[in-house]
C-alpha cells in the first residue's frame, strides 16, 4: 500500500524513525544520509537542551 502522494524518502526516514525508536539506534538497512540527519536533529536537540544548563555552570 503506497499512497501516491507521499515521497519515497519519507517512508524510509518512518521506518529509520521505527527502528530507532525500537533499538535506540538506527539499524545497518537504514541509508546513511537518514542515520547521519538524525544523529545531527539530535545533537542539535541536546544541545540546545543543555544549553541553559552549560551557561549557569560556567557563570558559577
Not at 9 to 20: D, E, G, Y
Not at 35 to 50: E, K, P, T, Y
Request: proline residues 7%.
Amino acid at each position: 500500500m503506497r499512497s501516491a502522494s507521499r515521497p519515497p524518502w519519507t517512508q524510509a526516514a518512518a521506518t529509520a524513525l521505527i527502528s530507532t525508536s525500537r533499538f535506540g539506534r538506527a539499524s545497518d538497512a537504514t541509508p546513511r544520509i537518514v542515520q547521519a540527519g538524525n544523529s545531527r536533529v539530535m545533537q542539535r536537540a541536546l544541545i540546545s537542551r543543555n544549553a541553559p544548563s552549560c551557561s549557569s555552570i560556567r557563570t558559577w
